[in-house]
């Protein structure tokens, strides 16, 4: 039962591979053609928040250690 898994799976992932291949095989490619090039995604806010919770951290805490350096 095993071996038959295995052997679909493989069969499954040569089906892929056959598209893919077509796929290739259908593309053109043009110098005439402007290159559409993917615009860089803004910042996630959430990352945004973050950093402004790591710098609030960071301030609250930078009294503390100066506090224990002294002692």
Do not use: H, N, W, Y
């Not at 259908?26 to 615009?39: F, G, N, P, W, Y």
Request: include cysteine; aromatic fraction near 2%.
């Amino acid at each position: 039962m095993a071996e038959q898994t295995k052997i679909e799976a493989q069969l499954l992932e040569l089906e892929g591979m056959r598209d893919i291949q077509v796929g290739l095989e259908l593309a053109r490619i043009s110098e005439d053609e402007q290159m559409r090039v993917d615009v860089a995604p803004e910042q996630p806010r959430p990352i945004e928040a973050k950093l402004r919770a790591l710098d609030k951290f960071v301030r609250v805490l930078r009294p503390f250690c100066r506090l224990q350096r002294a002692a």
